[in-house]
């Protein structure tokens, strides 16, 4: 059974940074792309990050050039770095792998306020 499991989220000031990281078991993790969602209240949910596989990244453009999504395929683990935080940037993060159809996170709580 795939399961992931996101950490890392919190209260953070504009400015600050954060690193969220999504464990991965029930499955051979480096064989799939993953990626990063969020959701704010009263928005759909969005995609944030993906990282193929082969590590090929891309990036919603409210995020190009802040955002990081890696993945330590010996952890089965994959990473999102956040700088540059911005109060737009709360939303629950949710954790994705694509293995015909997509599984989730539970997600995990990202606040960007002073």
């Known amino acids: 059974q795939v399961q992931l499991v996101e950490s890392g989220g919190g209260l953070v000031q504009p400015g600050g940074s954060l690193r969220l990281s999504c464990a991965a078991s029930?499955?051979?993790?480096?064989?799939?792309?993953m990626g990063w969602y969020r959701q704010a209240p009263g928005n759909q949910r969005e995609l944030v990050a993906h990282?193929?596989?082969?590590?090929?990244?891309n990036y919603a453009d409210s995020v190009k050039g802040r955002f990081t999504i890696s993945r330590d395929k010996g952890k089965n683990t994959v990473y999102l770095q956040m700088n540059s935080l911005k109060a737009e940037d709360t939303a629950v993060y949710y954790c994705?792998?694509?293995?015909?159809?997509?599984?989730w996170g539970q997600g995990t709580q990202v606040t960007v306020s002073s």
């Open positions: 990282i193929t596989s082969g590590g090929s990244t």
């Open positions: 994705t792998i694509w293995v015909g159809r997509q599984y």
């Open positions: 029930g499955l051979t993790f480096s064989n799939y792309a």
